[in-house]
């Protein structure tokens, strides 16, 4: 034995030292079959990309196996899937012209390095900068070059390096069809078309395959049996595989091919990544572990899937959006779907040649096509022309397809500064008079480049007369704000009234100097505005009350109105459809939009005194509590109910200091109302173990064990109710439990602790972070 080693007998252990314990890789279901469906999904596309670009088809194969696993794995949009995609394929298909293969698998590895470079300084956020008309008529020119090629393919012939050339070689292509090839090209796209589309039960369930992974089989199926002759798939020993090697040729065409492989790259996987997060925002159920997309993150992450992938032999790599749809929309809740697919598209690479070789090539054309036909989305044409940029939509477009991609998205780019130049400088500014009312109207942005035609037109008006200046724009500079006022100065000293009006509200000015805007937040009480309205007339006796509230509507027309103007506006187009039924209390200190840091459209709010629900079938019930409750669960569709007490509750105060007198007398209508609060003040007597508290803490009085016990209280009446219970039955509800304590400005949700009811405290939590804990635990059955 050593001298150093401890001494110990015959019998004794030497001493355990327990090392770090080594974390096991878990990979939940959800995260499977996620990565299965994409895995279907992105082999035969990889084929079909590498196929449309005439890269070596095992390109393809090796691209997506590197976005999946190194994407996948550093990436900072974990629910993203990468790999080649159809936006790249123009791109490509010029490299491999211009520089050869290997060459351009060198200016993959370099373009990998600028976003390497781009993500260490920080500057991915920029990308979102590019007018998304430019983005969406990149997207639309790549598409319209890829179907035009591949055409030529599914008609059995060969295409050109040239959008034009495809173009004026089509008539004798469509005179030299192959049958064999037409026919297969022909199933492949009936398939993609009539599988989303399959009625009834059976064709929900045959859904779940792709209709990419069925139309091609399909097609290699057909013309394996039918015995036809035409080009296979083909994927050569991975020991012939070429690898990358240097560009040759000028270095500003190298380099010129390093920023557009670098920009389209960046570009669509940053897009991707914003895209995903909104999927993931509106995905139903249960809300994923994964926080916001880290767009530096991803950008290095794309960066070093392309080094790898350059490096290997495969094509460029980025986030793919039919892929990343269909690992959200499949429930994936991790990056472990994405490097899964990895495994799978490797796995399939070794071990499924035989199969992968009997893939008609004219199938991957058709599939490829289709593709590029969705690239020129209507939707997006739609956006565009509403937005008045269907110029820069049609110029990039355009420019992509004649020009070449970065020519193009220059181009575009130019278009659209020109384009919000001319809005800048376009002002129209008209004059009419009405009644003996001057109308001034401004539209347009008022900068000093209209400074002329204003002061013109104003000098129009004559000496004492009433005029309006309706300004309809949202960009007034300095030039133009000094000439309007000091226009109404000296219109209002010869007697003149001036008032100013737009959509950020009206302004009345009198020669008197502007008071200072505004600077309260929307909740700030009334009393804190007085401030706000230095010029406001005194009120007479008694009135004081209105014009408090006339103040407030003026505070929200001109400061808060113009900041949800659209966004009410959509709501007033789609209708409401909120996710949130929250019923409290009608006590003026209660703010709900404040407390749940909500806006329009979120909450459907039900507000009565001492927040209570009266239990269904009751004799001389309140109706209109139920209709609330069966309009927001059958009608909107809400997937949670909130029943909010909170501290100080005067109804609970009245219920105290009555006792049972309710029961007897109900004289007032305030008196009949508060007898559905007594099942409350009868849990609180017969002293139940467990009842509600605060966590950490007793109850300081009989009135906030009564505010507590209402809370759990009205949640079993509302457990009562029909519609209700059908929801929770079907697992399509949750019950909530909040308590506000005024004092503390501080929420409580409803949870249960060791059997017993504990209100425990929201705390604030990062951006990104896990749900709130304190919620109420809904069974099987319904019960709180």
Same mark, same amino acid.
């Given at each position: ?31 499977? &079959? ?5 895995? +279907? ?12 670009? #005439? ?32 936006? =790249?394929?123009?791109?490509?298909? $010029? ?59 599914? =008609? ?25 090839? @037409? ?43 039918? #015995? ?14 070429? *690898? ?21 790259? &960046? @570009? ?26 880290? *767009? ?31 690992? @959200? ?14 495994? /799978? ?5 070794? +071990?499924?040649?035989?199969? =992968? ?14 593709? !590029?036909?969705?690239?020129?989305? /209507? ?28 020519? %193009?998205? *220059? ?48 000098? /129009? ?15 007034? $500079? ?17 007697? %003149? ?7 950020? %509200?009206?302004?009345?000015?009198? #020669? ?137 509750? !005067? ?134």
């Amino acid at each position: 034995m050593p001298a150093c080693a401890p001494p110990h007998t015959q019998h004794s252990r030497p001493p355990h030292h327990p090392g770090p314990r080594r974390r096991r890789l878990r990979i939940e279901g959800a995260d499977l &079959s996620a990565a299965v469906a994409v895995f +279907l999904i992105a082999l035969p596309l990889s084929l079909g990309i590498a196929l449309a670009t #005439g890269a070596p088809l095992q390109a393809g194969l090796v691209a997506a196996a590197v976005g999946g696993l190194v994407v996948g794995r550093l990436g900072g949009c974990p629910l993203q899937v990468s790999g080649p995609a159809a936006g =790249l394929t123009v791109v490509t298909a $010029d490299l491999i012209h211009r520089f050869g293969w290997r060459a351009t698998c060198g200016i993959t590895v370099l373009a990998g390095l600028a976003q390497l470079g781009l993500g260490c300084l920080r500057v991915a956020r920029g990308a979102l900068a590019v007018s998304p008309a430019v983005v969406h008529g990149m997207l639309a020119g790549i598409g319209i070059t890829i179907a035009v090629a591949q055409l030529h393919i599914v =008609l059995g012939g060969s295409p050109d390096s040239s959008v034009l050339a495809n173009v004026r070689d089509l008539p004798a292509q469509l005179a030299d069809l192959h049958p064999a090839a @037409v026919s297969m090209s022909a199933l492949t796209l009936a398939l993609l078309l009539a599988w989303p589309r399959l009625p009834g039960r059976a064709g929900r369930l045959l859904r779940t395959v792709p209709a990419a992974l069925v139309a091609v089989t399909a097609a290699a199926a057909t013309a394996s049996l039918a #015995g036809l002759s035409l080009p296979r798939v083909e994927l050569p020993s991975w020991h012939s595989h070429a *690898l990358a090697g240097l560009p040759e040729g000028p270095a500003l065409g190298v380099v010129a091919a390093v920023l557009t492989t670098t920009l389209v790259c &960046s @570009v669509q996987s940053l897009l991707g990544a914003v895209a995903v997060d909104k999927l993931v925002a509106a995905r139903p159920g249960p809300q994923s572990r994964v926080g916001r997309s880290d *767009l530096d993150r991803e950008l290095l992450g794309q960066g070093a899937a392309n080094m790898v992938s350059g490096a290997l032999g495969g094509l460029p790599v980025a986030g793919v959006a039919v892929r990343s749809t269909a690992n @959200v929309n499949a429930g994936a809740v991790s990056r472990n779907s994405t490097m899964l697919h990895g495994v /799978l598209v490797v796995v399939a690479a070794l +071990l499924m040649v035989p199969v =992968l070789e009997e893939i008609p090539l004219a199938s991957l054309a058709a599939l490829v096509m289709a593709v !590029g036909i969705q690239m020129v989305s /209507l939707h997006h044409i739609r956006t565009v022309t509403r937005h008045r940029e269907v110029p820069v939509y049609a110029a990039t477009t355009l420019g992509v397809v004649l020009l070449g991609v970065l020519q %193009g998205v *220059l181009l575009g780019i130019a278009v659209a500064v020109a384009v919000a130049l001319n809005r800048l400088a376009r002002t129209r500014i008209t004059h009419e008079e009405k009644e003996g009312v001057h109308h001034v109207r401004v539209r347009g942005q008022l900068t000093f480049l209209a400074v002329p035609r204003l002061s013109r037109t104003l000098h /129009l008006v004559p000496q004492g007369a009433h005029v309006v200046v309706e300004l309809d724009s949202s960009f007034m $500079d300095h030039a133009a704000y000094e000439s309007l006022q000091d226009w109404r100065s000296a219109h209002t000293a010869r007697g %003149g009234t001036a008032e100013l009006a737009g959509r950020r %509200g009206g302004i009345r000015t009198d #020669g008197q100097a502007p008071a200072a805007g505004c600077r309260c937040r929307p909740w700030t009480p009334w009393r804190n505005h007085r401030a706000c309205f230095a010029g406001a007339p005194t009120a007479p006796a008694g009135g004081e009350a209105a014009h408090e509230l006339a103040r407030g509507i003026s505070s929200f027309q001109r400061n808060t109105a113009p900041l949800v103007r659209e966004e009410l506006a959509r709501l007033a187009r789609e209708g409401q459809r909120p996710a949130q039924l929250f019923l409290t209390c009608a006590d003026s200190r209660l703010v709900t939009s404040m407390i749940t840091a909500s806006g329009p459209g979120d909450l459907f709010v039900v507000r009565n005194v001492g927040n209570l629900v009266p239990p269904p079938g009751e004799e001389h019930g309140d109706d209109s509590v139920a209709a609330a409750i069966e309009y927001a669960v059958e009608v909107l569709g809400v997937r949670s109910v909130t029943v909010c007490g909170h501290s100080g509750c !005067g109804a609970m105060q009245a219920l105290l200091a009555a006792g049972s007198g309710h029961e007897e007398g109900g004289q007032t209508p305030l008196r009949r109302w508060l007898r559905h609060g007594l099942p409350s003040l009868a849990r609180v007597a017969a002293g139940r173990p467990g009842g509600p508290r605060l966590a950490g803490r007793a109850p300081t009085d009989a009135v906030e064990r009564l505010c507590l016990t209402n809370v759990v209280q009205q949640l079993a009446h509302l457990r009562a109710h029909g519609p209700v219970a059908r929801a929770l039955a079907e697992g399509e509800l949750e019950l909530h439990g909040m308590y506000f304590h005024v004092g503390e400005a501080q929420a409580y949700l409803l949870a249960e602790a060791d059997g017993a009811m504990v209100f425990e405290e929201v705390r604030e939590e990062t951006e990104g972070g896990g749900q709130a804990r304190g919620r109420a635990r809904v069974t099987s059955s319904g019960q709180v």
